[in-house]
């Protein structure tokens, strides 16, 4: 079956601890998101890349890393340099050309810092 | 820049009544709209979408009809079941080269029976 997975679904931290979330696709998309979610709040966007090797900044990418050497992957490392790192993380995926611009989602990551 | 927005939640209905979640945008040009779902603990799902003025989504009985004229993209469903307690997000989607999408904040329903 065609979709995104994201390991783990839970993660812990210790304060001062860098943490990589893993995300994975195989629908052959050409652009991958990373979205941050709090209570109350909306998704908003960590970083974004549109092809291999290649990767934006969004609006909240400080304390964030990524990479793309992969088209299928699309790792999200939250560093100890992000303040407020509790949030659940969400993947996405989606076709670079395509009229409706849907994306696609994983099942997210709940990161917890203890 | 883009925006979103949506009436806040929660909003608590008995089982087999009307559902209106209202949404409204601000966007450049001609952008593509969606409703998203999401349960408990999981990502979001594409529940329905519209990408031209007039054109209505419809999925699971839940409809959505892109309004140019009021900028608004109003989810409906006639008859709700407490299956469809979940947060309910709109959003928009540039027509640019990069795809970005705006969500709005979300609105939490409860059904109950």
């Known amino acids: 079956d065609g979709g995104i997975t994201q390991s783990p679904k839970y993660l812990f931290r210790k304060e001062g601890q860098n943490v990589t979330l893993s995300c994975e696709q195989n629908?052959?998309?050409?652009?991958m998101y990373w979205y941050r979610q709090d209570p109350g709040q909306g998704l908003r966007l960590i970083y974004y890349?549109?092809?291999?090797?290649?990767?934006q900044k969004g609006d909240i990418a400080e304390g964030y890393s990524v990479s793309r050497e992969k088209k299928e992957s699309f790792p999200l490392t939250v560093t100890s340099a992000q303040k407020n790192p509790t949030a659940f993380y969400l993947c996405?995926?989606?076709?670079?050309?395509?009229?409706?611009?849907?994306?696609?989602f994983g099942p997210g990551t709940r990161l917890t810092v203890l | 820049g883009n925006s979103v927005t949506q009436m806040e939640g929660p909003v608590t209905l008995s089982e087999e009544a009307f559902l209106t979640i209202n949404c409204t945008y601000t966007?450049?040009?001609?952008?593509?709209l969606f409703w998203y779902v999401q349960y408990p603990g999981e990502g979001l799902q594409l529940l329905l979408k519209?990408?031209?003025?007039?054109d209505k989504g419809s999925n699971k009985g839940f409809e959505a009809t892109y309004r140019k004229e009021t900028t608004s993209f109003h989810l409906e469903k006639g008859s709700v079941q407490v299956s469809d307690s979940a947060v309910y997000f709109c959003?928009?989607?540039?027509?640019?080269?990069?795809?970005?999408?705006?969500f709005g904040t979300g609105t939490k329903l409860q059904v109950i029976p």
């Open positions: 996405a995926s989606a076709p670079l050309a395509g009229a409706t611009n849907q994306q696609f």
């Open positions: 629908l052959n998309h050409d652009a």
């Open positions: 890349s549109q092809i291999v090797n290649d990767f």
């Open positions: 966007a450049t040009g001609y952008p593509s």
């Open positions: 519209a990408t031209k003025a007039d």
């Open positions: 959003a928009l989607s540039d027509t640019g080269g990069y795809q970005k999408v705006t």
